[in-house]
């Protein structure tokens, strides 16, 4: 509605609701939103609405968006709801200037980047809804990336058999199964450090185990224990490869508790994001532009995170971050209590895409 009250407007795109469910979703409308200065090329900016639960130790109301010396505060403000605004307030700018120009803005606003992007960004260009020449996703203001990890995420249901548990030789323990996977993975993690990627920014690849549940009651044998990992894939590793290298991982400690099994399930495989020349074209553009904005030098890096730029560069779309927040995530508090914006890195942001904007379509 805001969109619509400057003028804009906004296409409402409902995914499929089998496709959605499919995701782990209830339900998903992406947002695209069209302004044609002339003819030349389609850049998109995308940015996603959604965001992780808050969590605890937060100061101040999470969905608040209370504004403290400068600083607006609540979840998903820097990670990646800023850019909705970084993104439709540059393109205004522009539409509002009269400046002869040349090609086609684009906003992608989608909400489902947490969990993997599949039915956003996926989506919309699987379905060719957009067809953009080059894109920018959501970033930060002091930095342009051009690369970063993938992903996996495979969910591990260790299974036994229950028994009562003053008689547990009778039965199966999953949960002793599990905790021997859980050691053997865990010593795998410990062989990632050596692993460094040669891409600025990005580090060794990492892995977590985030989620487990299991068990029946205090007094039964337990018979299922399942668990969620994640392990971060650099620049450089084959996604296929690694997911063969961890279920091998676990196979073999399974392989020295013969009596339980597992079944091991894909849950998410995100590719790495690996910057080709058409993004180092669009990212030298940016860098200029953020460096005299922010009176400092602005260089292109890679992160550790995975983002839904990634799926952009898998349709053939040259593709880089830039956006709204600080130098680093860890000072904005993403995806922790009191997240946080500096609201002037905002205006930084705004003006720098704008400017990109003018020089890309001139």
Same mark, same amino acid.
């Given at each position: 509605?805001?969109?619509?009250?400057?003028?804009?407007?906004?296409?409402?795109?409902?995914?499929?609701?089998?496709?959605?469910?499919?995701?782990?979703?209830?339900?998903?409308?992406?947002?695209?939103?069209?302004?044609?200065?002339?003819?030349?090329?389609?850049?998109?900016?995308?940015?996603?609405?959604?965001?992780?639960?808050?969590?605890?130790?937060?100061?101040?109301?999470?969905?608040?968006?209370?504004?403290?010396?400068?600083?607006?505060?609540?979840?998903?403000?820097?990670?990646?709801?800023?850019?909705?605004?970084?993104?439709?307030?540059?393109?205004?700018?522009?539409?509002?200037?009269?400046?002869?120009?040349?090609?086609?803005?684009?906003?992608?606003?989608?909400?489902?980047?947490?969990?993997?992007?599949?039915?956003?960004?996926?989506?919309?260009?699987?379905?060719?809804?957009?067809?953009?020449?080059?894109?920018?996703?959501?970033?930060?203001?002091?930095?342009?990336?051009?690369a970063h990890n993938g992903c996996?995420?495979?969910?591990?249901?260790?299974?036994?058999?229950?028994?009562?548990?003053?008689?547990?030789?009778?039965?199966?323990?999953?949960?002793?199964?599990?905790?021997?996977?859980?050691?053997?993975?865990?010593?795998?993690?410990?062989?990632?450090?050596?692993?460094?990627? @040669? /891409?600025?920014?990005? #580090?060794? =690849?990492?892995? $977590?185990?985030?989620?487990?549940?299991?068990?029946?009651?205090?007094? !039964? %044998?337990?018979?299922?224990?399942?668990?969620?990992?994640?392990?971060?894939?650099?620049?450089?590793?084959?996604?296929?490869?690694?997911?063969?290298?961890?279920?091998?991982?676990?196979?073999?400690?399974?392989?020295?508790?013969?009596?339980?099994?597992?079944?091991?399930?894909?849950?998410?495989?995100?590719?790495?994001?690996?910057?080709?020349?058409?993004?180092?074209?669009?990212?030298?553009?940016?860098?200029?532009?953020?460096?005299?904005?922010?009176?400092? @030098? /602005?260089?292109?890096? #890679?992160? =550790?995170?995975? $983002?839904?730029?990634?799926?952009?560069?898998?349709?053939?779309?040259? !593709? %880089?971050?830039?956006?709204?927040?600080?130098?680093?995530?860890?000072?904005?508090?993403?995806?922790?209590?009191?997240?946080?914006?500096?609201?002037?890195?905002?205006?930084?942001?705004?003006?720098?895409?704008a400017l990109s904007l003018r020089?890309?379509?001139?």
């Amino acid at each position: 509605m805001l969109l619509e009250a400057l003028g804009y407007e906004v296409e409402r795109h409902p995914v499929p609701a089998d496709r959605v469910k499919a995701a782990g979703m209830i339900s998903v409308t992406n947002l695209i939103i069209r302004h044609r200065f002339g003819d030349g090329p389609v850049i998109a900016l995308n940015a996603h609405g959604d965001v992780v639960p808050p969590g605890e130790g937060w100061t101040k109301d999470p969905y608040g968006a209370e504004v403290v010396s400068g600083r607006m505060y609540g979840r998903g403000v820097a990670v990646s709801k800023s850019d909705f605004s970084t993104y439709a307030f540059a393109l205004d700018a522009l539409k509002r200037s009269g400046l002869k120009l040349n090609g086609t803005v684009e906003l992608h606003f989608t909400y489902d980047e947490e969990i993997g992007g599949e039915v956003g960004p996926g989506w919309i260009l699987e379905q060719g809804l957009t067809k953009p020449d080059l894109a920018v996703s959501a970033g930060f203001s002091y930095a342009v990336v051009v690369a970063h990890n993938g992903c996996l995420h495979l969910e591990v249901e260790v299974i036994g058999k229950s028994a009562h548990a003053a008689l547990p030789f009778t039965g199966i323990d999953a949960l002793e199964a599990a905790t021997h996977v859980l050691t053997a993975l865990y010593a795998y993690r410990d062989t990632l450090k050596d692993r460094v990627s @040669e /891409v600025k920014g990005i #580090g060794a =690849p990492q892995l $977590t185990v985030g989620l487990i549940s299991g068990g029946i009651n205090t007094n !039964v %044998v337990p018979d299922r224990v399942t668990f969620r990992l994640d392990r971060r894939i650099v620049p450089g590793e084959s996604p296929e490869a690694v997911e063969a290298e961890v279920r091998q991982v676990i196979a073999a400690a399974l392989a020295e508790r013969p009596k339980a099994r597992a079944e091991v399930r894909r849950i998410l495989i995100a590719r790495p994001l690996v910057p080709g020349e058409g993004a180092k074209t669009l990212a030298a553009v940016i860098c200029r532009n953020a460096s005299a904005v922010t009176g400092e @030098e /602005v260089q292109e890096t #890679g992160v =550790p995170l995975y $983002t839904d730029a990634r799926l952009y560069a898998e349709a053939g779309v040259p !593709v %880089v971050l830039y956006g709204a927040g600080p130098h680093t995530i860890e000072e904005a508090n993403g995806h922790r209590a009191d997240e946080n914006l500096l609201l002037s890195d905002l205006d930084t942001a705004t003006l720098v895409i704008a400017l990109s904007l003018r020089e890309l379509l001139a």
